[in-house]
């Protein structure tokens, strides 16, 4: 408890009650919990409000484009089964990660995708990170724009469930520090300049301001774990999907808000 | 975004004359600025988009000499006064040389 | 509950936390223009004089950003010149320095009486809290400057 005491009373030396947000605009929140979005400066949300302004359109036109075009050794494409991503992808974006049927192992979206590449199109997996993936990630995921984000977590999601969410508990790196530390016990307060949001995960991928890049929740993960000095986990990894359901529970009902622009 | 460079604009497709319209243009770059080091510590060339052009039926009517501080995909956006309808031509330059080009028409009452 | 390992005993955990999380921050914020020594005023100030002869005076120009960044890496500017941008009266060219970046230029714009109104929009990266300088050329010759300090916050983890 001594170090979690400590690292309170140095946030509160330093903190500052947010209380700027009284004004803040609707459809970011549901109840107590809020996006990213709200903890965002004007500049930065006029970045996402417009679509045209958000950098991260320009991946999403990547997805859009791949989202036809045939790959692999089947000649098919995303579109030869789903036909029009704009009414065949409604809603799925908001319920990843999800269990898959078949193998009974948790996907996220970007797994999913390139489960169907690798299995229906005999095409090769897309790397993680890469134009490609995050694009046609993205683009799937801007279908459920404002639709709730509604994950399963009973039944054979659970033991995935229980071990994000043990992740998200636990105190790691030099710094000890767990997930909650930050984004639960200290959402609203200033960690020196930076505000400290609940860290939801609505609006990933997101283009973050300081990657200057669209990224994935995954690779924001690494970060916030180098940042408390812990080795990061790598990207796909069993530990970080069971953590993005959680994460993703954590925000049920909030609206997706993919892709969403962020500091 | 390496891969492929990719322009996009936000211009409206129909103004009255006279009429003062804002123009939008992202695109996609990594803007390296040479300033950046690899794993190996060495030093990654500078490769930025160095000129933006936007012409009005041929006729230059903005232009922008980019620096290193251009943040990755740069977005400029300005304005044009409406006064005849045509095509507008906008062309990024980068320092290997290659030019990135799009165009967009306007039809102007 | 378990605590962090540490390999040696440090002054304080309380600074240690706060060194640890700044000393990340900053090296992602300034992960563009890493270890490289900054520009500083007399570099930013050669750069904006190559926009003509003359001493700019204060006013007609405006650049508007966040007072505090939010981060570095991208960095929204707006600058604006008064001026009813005629065949005969308006902006030639708008020079923009950084006074601490490790090269001072940011941007040079080339505007004609065309575009109607004098307002630009662009992003940026600033390597630190720093000056952002800008002088405009109108087609009499006049220079016109202004000049705004934007806060580069170092500390915290963003997101």
Known sequence: MRLCAIFLACLACVALTASAHAGDPPGHSAGAKKSGYLFASPATREMQDDDFNNPAFLWVEKGEALWSRAEGAAGKSCASCHNDAKSSMRGVGASYPKVDAKSGKLLDLEQRINLCRTDHMQATALAWESEGLLGLTTYVKLQSRGMPVNVQIDGPAKAYWEKGKAFYYARRGQLGLACANCHEDNEGHMLRADLLSQGQSNGFPTYRLEWQSLGSLQKRFQGCNSQVRAEPYPLGSEEYLALELFVASRGQGLPIETPSVRK | ?109 | MQQPRLKRPLPTRRRVLLLAIAGGAAAAASAMFARMAAAGPKEAAAFLAQIGKGTPKDGRIAIKAQEIAENGNTVPLTITVESPMSEKDYVKTVRVAADGNPNPGVVTLHFTPAVGRCEVQIRCRLAQTERVIAVAEMSDGSLWTTAREIKVTIGGCGG
């Not at chain 2, 956006?77 to 906008?90: M, R, V």
């Open chain 2, 1 to 109: 975004m390496a891969e492929d460079v990719r322009p996009r604009l936000k211009i409206p497709a129909s103004a009255k004359k006279g009429e003062v319209i804002e123009i939008k243009t992202l695109v996609s770059h990594q803007m390296e600025s040479g300033q950046r080091k690899d794993k190996d510590g060495k030093v990654i060339p500078r490769k930025i988009i160095n000129k933006f052009v936007c012409t009005m039926n041929g006729k230059e009517v903005f232009r922008a000499d980019l620096e290193p501080a251009i943040a990755s995909n740069p977005f400029i956006s300005f304005f044009l006064k409406a006064e005849e309808s045509g095509t507008l031509a906008f062309a990024w330059t980068d320092d290997d040389g290659s030019v990135y080009r799009a165009e967009q028409k306007i039809t102007v009452t």
